[in-house]
């Protein structure tokens, strides 16, 4: 082994993703590392299936491919970390009434902050995901920007946009190349990877088949109660069956006979109602941002022109966006956007790169 390679730690979730990451960053001479956190056990968050996220199956998939690359592996304990930093917040935000984006938390706390930490202490240069998204140096500025990934179907800028300029300059994101998900799979057949035709995993991974509010109550034990579905100016239309089990913008599901179609357009939790409305109600023009990371540039002293998504399926919108004090933004559309909900991220674009991004804080 040559000494002066560089390293790099290889997020390995058992994926074909990240394998073919892996394989790539290989091939490209560097010393590599792969690692895959364990972040909970399937039966603490209800899960029985074997394919589920962090199961054995998944970390066998990762050993074998690293065996094939000729990489060390290892199987780092996170549960503790992950709980706190991803399901305890993602609990929290629906028990506030707000809707987390817990894939967000996740990579901001857990991918590139503990694991980011780890790769330090293995004296790695990079660290290194499955993700689809780039990482460009300004030429100019000297800043590192993020990007968007060439395959706009599978780009993951959105959830990355937290990421700081330290992080940006050690991390690399191989697949932010590829133009299709068929082409990584293709790599990944040809390198003779066990996982090359595996299903992509589903977006939140701790939540069994998408059901959250039955994960919440099972996680912590409480009952969440039933209350009131109730008009803007205060009429009683039926029982909901409890709170954290509605979204903004929802009108399937509510369990009740209409003459019309309502939507819901917010949450009392102190009463304990979810309040609906025509879908005209839904829409509205700005949103306050909290927390706010500016990648693309310094906090801009004047308002910027900008295109925003306000969740992760949103199409981009023309907006202003005004910098405040104390790490907050507020976003200005052109024109209404439907159901922006607080607790979600805005995502801030140029052309293809982020500008930078926060929690929707109030509409």
Same mark, same amino acid.
């Given at each position: 082994?040559?000494?002066?390679?560089?390293?790099?730690?290889?997020? @390995?979730?058992?994926?074909?993703?990240?394998?073919?990451?892996?394989?790539?960053?290989v091939?490209k001479?560097y010393?590599c590392?792969?690692?895959? @956190?364990?972040?909970?056990?399937?039966?603490?968050?209800? @899960?029985?299936?074997? #394919?589920?996220?962090?199961?054995?199956s998944?970390?066998?998939?990762?050993?074998?491919?690293?065996?094939?690359? #000729?990489?060390s592996y290892?199987?780092?304990?996170f549960?503790?970390?992950?709980?706190?930093?991803v399901?305890?917040?993602?609990?929290?935000?629906?028990?506030? !009434?707000?809707?987390?984006?817990?894939?967000?938390d996740?990579?901001?706390?857990?991918k590139?902050?503990k694991?980011?930490?780890?790769?330090r202490?293995?004296?790695?240069?990079?660290?290194?995901?499955?993700h689809?998204?780039?990482?460009?140096?300004?030429?100019?500025?000297?800043?590192?920007?993020?990007?968007?990934a060439?395959?706009?179907?599978?780009?993951?800028?959105?959830?990355?946009?937290?990421?700081?300029?330290?992080?940006?300059? =050690?991390?690399?994101?191989?697949l !932010?190349?590829?133009?299709?998900k068929d082409?990584?799979?293709?790599?990944?057949?040809?390198? #003779?990877?066990? &996982?090359a035709k595996? =299903?992509?995993?589903?977006?939140?991974?701790?939540?069994?088949?998408g059901k959250y509010?039955?994960?919440m109550?099972r996680?912590?034990?409480?009952?969440y109660?039933?209350?009131d579905f109730?008009t803007t100016? #205060?009429?009683k239309?039926?029982? =909901?069956?409890?709170?954290?089990?509605?979204?903004?913008?929802q009108r399937? $599901?509510?369990?009740?006979?209409?003459p019309a179609?309502?939507y819901?357009?917010?949450?009392?939790?102190?009463?304990?109602e979810?309040?609906?409305?025509?879908?005209?109600?839904?829409?509205?023009k700005?949103? @306050?941002?909290?927390?706010? &990371?500016?990648?693309?540039?310094e906090k801009?002293?004047?308002?910027?022109?900008?295109t925003?998504?306000?969740?992760?399926?949103?199409?981009?919108?023309?907006?202003?966006?005004?910098?405040l004090?104390?790490g907050?933004?507020?976003?200005?559309?052109?024109e209404?956007?439907r159901?922006?909900?607080? $607790?979600?991220a805005?995502?801030?674009?140029? !052309?293809?790169n982020?500008?930078?991004g926060?929690?929707?804080?109030t509409?």
């Open positions: 082994m040559c000494e002066n390679r560089k390293k790099a730690l290889i997020a @390995m979730s058992g994926g074909v993703d990240s394998s073919v990451a892996a394989a790539l960053m091939e001479g010393d590392i792969g690692i895959t @956190m364990k972040l909970y056990e399937n039966e603490t968050v209800g @899960m029985e299936r074997e #394919g589920a996220c962090c199961s054995l998944d970390t066998e998939d990762a050993r074998k491919v690293c065996s094939r690359l #000729g990489m290892y199987v780092l304990n549960k503790e970390d992950f709980a706190v930093n399901i305890d917040r993602f609990v929290a935000a629906y028990e506030a !009434g707000d809707t987390p984006n817990p894939c967000i996740c990579n901001r706390y857990m590139f902050d694991l980011f930490r780890r790769a202490e293995l004296d790695c240069d990079l660290i290194v995901t499955g689809y998204a780039r990482v460009e140096m300004d030429a100019v500025s000297g800043r590192m920007l993020l990007k968007k060439k395959n706009a179907a599978k780009d993951q800028s959105y959830v990355l946009a937290f990421l700081t300029q330290e992080q940006l300059k =050690h991390t690399v994101f191989p !932010g190349e590829f133009s299709s082409e990584v799979r293709r790599v990944a057949d040809a390198r #003779g990877f066990v &996982n595996k =299903h992509d995993s589903q977006d939140i991974c701790f939540v069994p088949e509010a039955d994960f109550s996680y912590t034990g409480k009952v109660p039933p209350g109730v100016d #205060g009429r239309l039926g029982e =909901h069956r409890g709170i954290i089990r509605y979204t903004i913008g399937k $599901g509510l369990g009740l006979a209409l179609p309502l819901v357009c917010r949450k009392d939790m102190e009463k304990n979810v309040i609906l409305s025509d879908e005209a109600a839904l829409f509205t700005t949103c @306050m941002v909290d927390d706010f &990371n500016w990648i693309a540039y801009p002293a004047r308002p910027v022109r900008v925003a998504k306000t969740r992760y399926r949103a199409k981009e919108a023309p907006a202003t966006a005004e910098a004090e104390e907050r933004v507020r976003l200005t559309f052109d209404p956007q159901a922006i909900t607080t $607790g979600q805005a995502v801030l674009y140029d !052309g293809e982020v500008v930078g926060g929690t929707i804080l509409v």
